[in-house]
């Protein structure tokens, strides 16, 4: 059927007569007006940084500032009323997996609004609103942990190689498990599953913290940093699956 069909158009443009000056003179009045139209960004990388942050979601961020206000007063107030090591290391990573959650939660955001796909289909893309959502999310853990860090380490006098340890492999665990649940569609269209995983791993964090004084010991900081690097090999992965997704359209379709 396909070879009679294609057979009979074959016939039917055999039959039809091309006249070279004509085709010669179209051609040319179209290349005339394809060199007469300039080509214009319709946004330059500025004015698309600048709608980004017009444009985005400002909520979680707003609650994601509020824990870098509300962080440093409670470490001072723990550490005016003698709190000891072991207290303020709990703490720590606590305050570390909340972030995490949050985190995950700015990302996550965009995917559970429903309208991802036609996002994509719009002004904006969906990659670049995940990776502009990392990059202040990242700014602002980066930020937020190392002056935690840095002023436990200081006020209880605790190495900041032990400290940055304790808080950084609940911090990207935590992220890991989060990131975890938005890569499941389930996880996607409800973002307090996403929220129930990071609870659920900080009590993790904190029944092992609480129940073996072995954690803290010398011999245990390889244990933390070889889980710290297996954490952000875990953590890069995810996030690669993640944009492959959103590239390849399962994540944004399946929305």
Known sequence: MEEKLREKFNNADAAIEIDEKKKSETLLFL???IEEKQPSLICNKRKLLLNQ???MDKTIFIY????CVIMLPVLEAMSRNGVAEKEIVITSVILSGIAGVISIAE???IFSSGIAEISETGYFNVRQIVAFNMFISGVINLTLLSVGIFF???RWKIEILRIGLYVLVPFV???CGC???LLMEVGRKNPYIQVIVGAFMIILFYIILVSDSRVYSAAALAVWGAAFVFGLTLLAAQIGVLFNGI?????????
């Open 53 to 55: 942050l017009k444009y």
């Open 173 to 175: 665990f935590v992220e």
């Open 152 to 154: 436990v380490s200081f």
């Open 179 to 181: 990131l975890g649940a």
């Open 64 to 67: 994601h500032l509020v824990i």
């Open 247 to 255: 590239k390849k359209g399962e994540i944004i379709c399946m929305n």
């Open 31 to 33: 290349k005339n007006k």
């Open 107 to 109: 990302i996550g955001r």
